[in-house]
């Protein structure tokens, strides 16, 4: 494992789409394994691919009830609707108030290839939400409805 380069705002790799993966092979968990070390050093709660330069659509998320590998997520499900401050890794001292879904229901492949699903309410729905937006190019303070300053950087970053 190692830890990997965060990319930046600015870069034009952030705002693209990302490729399904089409095979789950050592690069894809050496990837997820990278990206999983390089979130918990960053003390983040969440990072993409395209977070660490890889167009490919994965994601890992641990909000405090265990790491969650994605490949391939789609949101299935969704309703109600919160707004909280989020942050980014990508973007790191600008937070902002965004409304996201309350619940979401994620279909995904897991790193053995299975198909399967979870659910999140809370910080998970928009942990997964905010991380399946960088998978389709958007970045979270393209959606921020008010911005908030922070005396300190110590705010989790997804």
């Given at each position: 494992m190692a830890i990997r380069n965060i990319v930046k705002k600015g870069d034009e790799v952030l705002n693209k789409r990302c490729k399904e993966v089409k095979e789950i092979n050592t690069r894809v968990l050496e990837l997820l394994d990278d990206m999983t070390e390089t979130m918990y050093e960053g003390n983040g709660v969440g990072l993409a691919a395209p977070q660490v330069g890889i167009l490919k659509r994965i994601a890992v998320i641990d909000v405090g009830d265990g790491l969650l590998e994605l490949i391939?997520?789609?949101?299935?499900?969704?309703?109600?609707?919160?707004?909280?401050?989020?942050?980014?890794?990508?973007?790191?001292?600008?937070?902002?108030?965004?409304?996201?879904?309350?619940?979401?229901?994620?279909?995904?492949?897991?790193?053995?290839?299975?198909?399967?699903?979870?659910?999140?309410?809370?910080?998970k729905a928009i942990c997964i939400s905010h991380e399946l937006d960088h998978l389709d190019g958007v970045l979270f303070d393209e959606k921020v409805i008010e911005f908030v300053e922070y005396e300190n950087d110590e705010k989790e970053k997804d």
């Open positions: 391939n997520p789609v949101i299935i499900e969704s309703e109600g609707e919160q707004i909280e401050v989020e942050g980014c890794l990508s973007v790191p001292g600008v937070y902002g108030k965004v409304k996201r879904p309350q619940r979401v229901v994620v279909e995904y492949l897991n790193r053995d290839g299975e198909k399967t699903h979870t659910e999140g309410t809370g910080i």
